[in-house]
């Protein structure tokens, strides 16, 4: 009897830890630094079938600048690199080395949906001239196996490399809960390439250095 309660105890428990509460929220800091851009982006989700509100509050950017969620989140040195960060967040693989046409783009690929930021007039896209707009996004998911919480924003400079990056730091319960943080896919910095993060879903590894 007591085997059979200790049983149903630990089958509860193990049930509740799987609860998701909505809306969820994330929020990606840049902070201040000379020259790079600074401000917030901020995500929410009402529910795990509504598409991410996207709202972004940026300054300090140059005239269309490309910005990408990234699989790992920042490490402790800051580094944007390719190997700190890693490439785009692709897990359905959208596969563009393939040469097909876009859509479908790669759920990482942010400016490739909503249009590069602060871009110049005839780009196209809602930023046009801007670095503030709020867009709403089908394939940009805060919980499930294809969460982008956790992993890492970064904005490039026009020239395409590396400029900025921040962790999307979420949090999947009401006020008063503990947040969830990137640490679960935080890595050491180092040397050695880094293999695919504990979480991420097939394709979703390491991509060009270019990216």
């Excluded at 830890?17 to 800091?29: H, K, L, M, R, S």
């Excluded at 998911?141 to 962790?167: E, M, Q």
């Excluded at 679960?184 to 097939?202: D, I, N, T, W, Y």
């Amino acid at each position: 009897m007591m085997m059979q309660r200790s049983l149903l105890l630990l089958l509860v428990g193990a049930a509740a830890a799987e609860v998701v509460y909505f809306p969820i929220e994330a929020t990606i800091t840049f902070p201040e630094m000379a020259g790079k851009p600074s401000g917030t982006i901020k995500l929410s989700q009402a529910s795990a079938t509504d598409r991410t509100e996207i709202s972004v509050d940026l300054t300090g950017l140059e005239g269309g600048n490309k910005w990408h969620v990234h699989v790992d989140a920042v490490p402790a040195t800051g580094e944007c690199s390719a190997l700190a960060t890693g490439g785009h967040f692709d897990p359905a693989g959208a596969n563009y080395s393939s040469g097909a046409p876009r859509p479908p783009y790669e759920y990482g690929d942010l400016s490739g949906k909503h249009g590069k930021l602060n871009a110049t007039s005839g780009s196209g896209g809602s930023f046009v001239r801007t670095g503030q707009a709020v867009v709403m996004d089908a394939t940009l998911p805060l919980s499930g196996a294809y969460s982008v919480v956790g992993r890492s924003i970064v904005i490039h400079k026009v020239d395409g490399s590396r400029w900025t990056c921040a962790d999307i730091v979420g949090k999947l319960c009401p006020d008063g809960c503990i947040p969830r943080s990137p640490t679960s896919r935080r890595l050491l910095f180092g040397a050695v390439p880094k293999p695919e993060p504990p979480g991420c879903p097939p394709g979703c590894g390491p991509a060009p250095s270019e990216y």
